[in-house]
Structures are given as structure tokens and as C-alpha cells.
């Protein structure tokens, strides 16, 4: 029923920045936490930060101090802004936004950090 499109994605250089849009194709501003995880080759799916609807964040430990994440809640988006990358961080970025048990994830964006 919810579609994510997640924007941003590329190749960057290590210590630049990237930021990310994930869009929804419904209102999510009463609904939803939403949040951003990745997946690099070889490797689990990861955590990478969450946002509720108010704009209350939280962000893995790996990632808190160089990545931020907002909402625009009148247009259905979130952002993911990353700075200082590392290549550490090339993965696959997916959107998800969760309403209660029920989840819905983008088809994901290629971030990729060269050194």
C-alpha cells in the first residue's frame, strides 16, 4: 500500500557528503517512524538511524556523529544528510517506515565511499 523511493545515492569520495530523500507515495506525518538502514555485501542489515513522526532521532553509534536525519512531514520526505564518509559506509541505503508491526522498505539506494 506505502511505496519508498529513495533518491541521493552515488559514488563520493572519502570525507564527503551525500544526502539521501526517501519519499513516500503517502501522508506519513501522524503515522510513521521512519528510519534508514543499510546493507553493505556480505553483511547484515543495519540500523543506521530512526526519526519519529515529531522528530525525535536516534542513531547507531557508528554513524551519530557524521549523519543527521529529518522529516518534512508535508511532503512525505526524509533525509538522510552524510557527512565525512568513509568507505566503511558503501552500502546499499534503504528507507523504512513502520506503523506499528507493520513495516514498508524502499527498494534501496547504492552508496558507494571510495578511499
Known amino acids: 500500500q506505502v511505496q519508498l523511493v529513495e533518491l541521493g545515492g552515488g559514488l563520493v569520495q572519502s570525507g564527503g557528503s551525500l544526502r539521501l530523500s526517501c519519499l513516500a507515495s503517502?501522508?506519513?506525518?501522524?503515522?510513521?517512524?521512519m528510519g534508514w538502514y543499510r546493507q553493505a555485501p556480505g553483511k547484515q542489515r543495519e540500523l543506521v538511524v530512526t526519526?519519529?513522526?515529531?522528530?525525535?532521532?536516534n542513531a547507531a553509534d557508528s554513524v551519530k556523529d557524521r549523519f543527521t536525519t529529518s522529516r518534512d512531514n508535508a511532503k512525505n520526505t526524509v533525509y538522510l544528510q552524510m557527512n565525512s564518509l568513509k568507505p566503511e559506509d558503501t552500502a546499499v541505503y534503504s528507507c523504512?517506515?513502520?506503523?506499528?508491526?507493520?513495516?514498508?522498505w524502499g527498494r534501496g539506494t547504492q552508496v558507494t565511499v571510495s578511499s
Open positions: 523504512n517506515g513502520r506503523l506499528g508491526v507493520i513495516n514498508y
Open positions: 526519526i519519529t513522526v515529531r522528530g525525535s532521532t
Open positions: 503517502r501522508s506519513t506525518s501522524a503515522t510513521y517512524t
